[in-house]
């Protein structure tokens, strides 16, 4: 008897284990909705990011334009473009990510 009992109880944990997993994946769109929610409110942070690495690239870049500058190179005006094209890349690719996925 207690052999019967322990196998309905099994079998109905069974049961309801598989009934609550097939519950949590039957609605996808709530799922992959809330994914894009979440992942939108990363962007700002991304974006913010990516104009603080902007800023201190501008600041390292200043830095060895100068001890350029200072020691007499020749190349010193290449170099500046060098690392102001860098920082124009790092705002413009932000911005550009910014619209085109039609972050605000």
């Known amino acids: 008897m207690r052999s019967l009992i322990k196998t309905a109880f099994l079998?109905?944990?069974?049961?309801?284990a598989a009934n609550s997993l097939f519950a949590q994946t039957a609605d996808g769109n709530a799922g992959i909705t809330q994914a894009t929610t979440?992942?939108?409110?990363?962007?700002d942070t991304g974006i913010n990011l990516m104009y603080a690495i902007g800023a201190v690239v501008g600041l390292i870049g200043a830095v060895k334009v100068y001890n350029k500058w200072s020691h007499g190179d020749h190349d010193t005006g290449k170099v500046a473009a060098a690392w102001f094209g860098a920082?124009?890349?790092?705002?413009?690719?932000?911005?550009?990510?910014?619209?085109?996925f039609g972050v605000a």
């Open 38 to 43: 979440l992942i939108a409110s990363y962007f």
């Open 87 to 100: 920082c124009i890349f790092l705002v413009v690719v932000a911005t550009v990510i910014k619209s085109f």
């Open 11 to 16: 079998s109905v944990s069974v049961v309801g």
